[in-house]
């Protein structure tokens, strides 16, 4: 069972540098996310696509773009890294429905120099 | 302000000790759920249970129990016997009715550590 998966695992950029983070997930959801996690704040919605077609901003969604790109698909793009998006990066899938619990991704582990 | 706040920031026990984690929110819907997700050394966010804010039964699972209190606005979630294999990072979160997809609102963690 793949459920969601994300890559890369680790990453290093340096100041300006861009990358997409990949995310597909074999679960048929409708919905995903992805979050960034800091230490002492938690999980932090970037963007999310509640269905395939659709994209809106999330609660920390400067310096960053998204693509769904069919309905497996969820990618997270940094156009021009910062020093500040260096974090643990989840993509997260779910059925639709405020009572559905989110699947998480195994996490990308960002650090921009 | 902070929808669900986790006031313990990290919290240390001996094996076999029981140890609960504090878990308070706030909405004004009246339709929501609570989740508790664990987070192990290995980084991926395990799910543990859901709960609906028309149900305040509490709920045993093995070692685990929840107890949810709508007039605390509170969702603590007890360890019984600790285990060392019971250190992560356990987090609390919040999805509301109003919201027209699953948003969720996390806490900013507990750490748990458990000494053999």
């Known amino acids: 069972n793949a459920g969601v998966t994300q890559t890369p695992k680790f990453q290093v950029l340096k100041t300006g540098q861009s990358m997409t983070l990949q995310c597909a997930q074999d679960?048929?959801?409708?919905?995903m996310y992805w979050y960034r996690q800091d230490p002492g704040m938690g999980l932090r919605l970037i963007y999310y696509?509640?269905?395939?077609?659709?994209?809106d901003k999330g609660e920390v969604p400067n310096g960053y773009n998204v693509s769904r790109l069919n309905k497996r698909e969820f990618s997270l793009r940094l156009e021009s890294a910062a020093p500040s998006q260096t974090s643990v990066y989840f993509c997260?899938?779910?059925?639709?429905?405020?009572?559905?619990?989110?699947?998480f991704g195994s996490g990308t582990q960002l650090s921009v120099l | 302000a902070q929808k669900v706040t986790q006031a313990q920031t990290e919290i240390s026990v001996v094996e076999k000790e029981d140890v609960t984690l504090d878990c308070v929110y706030e909405?004004?819907?009246?339709?929501?759920?609570l989740f508790w997700y664990k987070q192990p050394p290995s980084g991926e966010l395990v799910f543990l249970i859901r709960?609906?804010?028309?149900?305040?039964q509490n709920e045993i699972s093995g070692r685990y129990s929840w107890n949810f209190q709508k007039s605390t606005s509170s969702f603590n979630f007890t360890i019984t016997a600790s285990q060392v294999v019971d250190s992560a990072v356990y987090f609390c979160?919040?999805?509301?009715?109003?919201?027209?997809?699953?948003?969720?609102?996390f806490g900013s963690g507990t750490k748990l550590n458990v000494k053999p």
């Open positions: 696509s509640a269905s395939e077609g659709t994209t």
């Open positions: 709960r609906n804010s028309f149900d305040e």
């Open positions: 679960m048929n959801h409708n919905s």
């Open positions: 997260a899938s779910s059925q639709t429905g405020f009572n559905e619990k989110l699947f």
């Open positions: 909405t004004r819907d009246t339709t929501y759920y």
């Open positions: 979160a919040l999805s509301e009715a109003s919201d027209n997809f699953n948003k969720f609102y």
